[in-house]
């Protein structure tokens, strides 16, 4: 009982530790680690909603959001990421500013379907 006390403990301080190296990053790398997982973060929500959203729309709608869609992750990387010669690079600011903003948009949208209808003229 006491090395699963201990355990726990380690666990509990590792991940405080880990929050507080996000909120005080040593370098450019423990940014970049802390910022990819908000990204990911993001990343995984937006998934989520779009999927409930698109469980909501007729057909027409589906059409509408999954154009739309693609259509945003087309923009989002042209704007958010190059290619040179010594590398490909991502502006992880900015796709994690863009990701969040394309979801708030798929909240909207969802939360219009399920209080006064959906409009796929909106999507």
Same mark, same amino acid.
């Given at each position: ?9 380690? /666990?509990?301080?590792?991940? %405080? ?6 909120? #005080?990053? @040593?370098?450019?790398? &423990? ?8 990204? $990911? ?10 999927? @409930? ?5 007729? +057909?027409?709608? @589906? /059409?509408?959001?999954? !154009?739309? $869609?693609?259509?945003?992750?087309? !923009?989002?990387? #042209?704007?958010?990421? @190059?290619?040179? #010669?010594?590398?490909?690079? %991502?502006?992880?600011?900015?796709? !994690?500013? #863009? !990701? %969040? ?6 909240? &909207? ?6 209080? +006064? ?7």
């Amino acid at each position: 009982m006491k090395h699963l006390a201990l355990l726990v403990l380690l /666990l509990v301080s590792g991940s %405080v530790a880990a929050n507080s190296a996000c909120d #005080t990053p @040593k370098n450019d790398f &423990d940014g970049l680690y802390c910022l990819n997982k908000v990204y $990911q973060e993001a990343d995984k929500e937006i998934n989520e909603q779009y999927k @409930k959203l698109y469980a909501q729309l007729d +057909s027409n709608g @589906k /059409l509408a959001l999954k !154009t739309g $869609q693609l259509a945003w992750i087309e !923009t989002r990387n #042209t704007k958010c990421s @190059k290619h040179e #010669t010594d590398g490909f690079y %991502v502006n992880l600011n900015c796709a !994690t500013d #863009t !990701t %969040v903003e394309r979801l708030r948009f798929i909240q &909207d949208r969802h939360r219009e379907c399920s209080s +006064s209808g959906c409009q796929n003229s909106k999507l």
